[in-house]
Nanobody, 124 residues
Framework: VQLQASGGGLVQAGGSLRLSCAAS????????MGWFRQAPGKERELVAA????????YYADSVKGRFTISRNNAKNTVYLQMNSVKPEDTAVYYC??????????????????WGQGTLVTVSS
């Protein structure tokens, strides 16, 4: 299974960016997909997660109201729409997936598959 993240780049504070993560090698059913981020010198943290149906979502307090996670199961892809970005959103963003089940877990070990990361830099 491979997760390919894309869409990172340089954006000004207050701007928007959309990250995508396409899964290949396996068609997921009933699983959780999430976005983590890791800033320099900090631990990797869960930003958002979404259930298979999209009916359950989780957002870190720091991104609530600004970021939106969504998924297209037909395309095996998860998205992270980032609006009103701030310099503190600067990080490498990783997508992750579980094999099955819904969980809004911040534990890295809860996820079975990881993408390679895409860098988001927010300038002030």
């Amino acid at each position: 299974v491979q997760l390919q993240a894309s869409g990172g780049g340089l954006v000004q504070a207050g701007g928007s960016l959309r990250l995508s993560c396409a899964a290949s090698g396996r068609t997921f059913t009933g699983n959780t997909m999430g976005w983590f981020r890791q800033a320099p010198g900090k631990e990797r943290e869960l930003v958002a997660a979404i259930s298979w149906s999209g009916g359950s979502t989780y957002y870190a307090d720091s991104v609530k109201g600004r970021f939106t996670i969504s998924r297209n199961n037909a395309k095996n892809t998860v998205y992270l729409q980032m609006n009103s970005v701030k310099p503190e959103d600067t990080a490498v963003y990783y997508c992750a997936a579980t094999r099955t089940g819904w969980m809004a877990s911040s534990f890295l070990s809860a996820y079975d598959y990881w993408g390679q990361g895409t860098l988001v830099t927010v300038s002030s």
